[in-house]
């Protein structure tokens, strides 16, 4: 099981045709620090009805799934992030 963030700022841009790009992260971490970081590249996960993923979290078929690649350290990281607008507004992050 991961290390699920909740509640963390995501900035992202809005298509018209609805589809969603995030674009940068920010989360507190344990130590009450914030860490932001750019999204270098990202895939949106199939969407397959509604289920609990690997990382424990319920989504909804409504909800959003993204894989992006950012970097700590100079090394890459995969994090997926977490939406669903009409159940919980908040997004969720899995590392």
């Known amino acids: ?6 509640n963390i700022d995501v ?7 609805g589809s969603i790009i995030p674009i940068r992260i920010r989360f507190m971490t344990d130590d009450g ?11 949106e996960a199939e969407k397959r ?11 909804c078929d409504s909800g959003f799934i993204f894989e992006c ?12 992030l977490y939406y669903d607008p009409k159940t919980n507004t908040n997004w969720k992050m899995a590392i």
């Open 11 to 17: 900035i992202c841009a809005h298509k018209a045709d």
């Open 69 to 80: 690649m950012i970097y700590v350290f100079n090394t890459k990281r995969v994090v997926r």
């Open 1 to 6: 099981m991961s290390k699920i963030y909740e």
């Open 33 to 43: 620090e914030y860490q932001t970081f750019n999204i270098k590249g990202y895939r």
């Open 49 to 59: 009805g509604a289920r609990t993923t690997e990382d424990g979290i319920f989504v």
